[in-house]
């Protein structure tokens, strides 16, 4: 899952999480935006370059779990399409056969993931004591190609994660 901070990223992969272990079969991996970031790139800044360099540390962990057996759901910024092109690569060629990659797009808008941020990330980029968000002084490339696009302000996540779609 992609989006900018606050759409809704980590609630809706908790949620497919849990759906996706009552329908059984392979065991279901979370690596959530902060959490990975916190215990494999904690050294690296939020520059492009370096947010290209954390998603291809996800990708691999993904494709090892992958491998392994296990359904992964990862939910980083990922920013740029070519952050994007290059996880997705690394997952489609190192996870095996058992490897796939599906691009979700929650394209919440920044005034609602604003309007909802509790922790004041927004906040605090807009008044320059942190740099490199996307939305507001960096740039957050919208997924060309996106598998499923989603919106929390038009459906809830509950909605989101039982549609077919």
């Known amino acids: 899952l992609t989006g900018l901070h ?12 849990v759906i996706l272990n009552q329908q059984g079969g392979r065991s ?5 935006g902060e959490t ?13 370059e370096e947010r290209n360099k954390n998603l291809q540390r996800i990708a691999f ?3 090892e779990l992958s491998r392994a057996g296990a359904a992964v759901i990862a939910t980083p910024t990922a ?3 070519s952050g994007r092109a290059a996880a997705k690569e690394t997952v489609l060629q190192t996870a095996g056969s058992g490897g796939n990659f599906f691009t979700i797009h929650v394209a919440t808008p920044l005034e609602h ?7 004041g990330f927004y906040a605090a980029a807009r008044e320059g004591r942190i740099s ?3 939305g507001i002084d960096q740039v957050y490339e919208v997924p060309e190609k996106a598998d499923i696009t989603v919106d929390v302000t038009r459906q809830s996540v509950p909605e989101i994660v039982h549609s077919k779609s």
């Open 61 to 63: 962990v993904a494709a």
């Open 113 to 119: 993931c604003e309007a909802t941020d509790r922790k």
């Open 79 to 81: 920013p740029s399409a």
């Open 6 to 17: 606050n759409s809704g990223k980590e609630y809706m992969a908790r949620a497919l999480q």
């Open 28 to 32: 279901v991996s979370l690596l959530l």
């Open 36 to 48: 990975v970031r916190k215990e494999l790139s904690s050294e690296i800044g939020f520059s492009v």
């Open 132 to 134: 490199g968000v996307p």
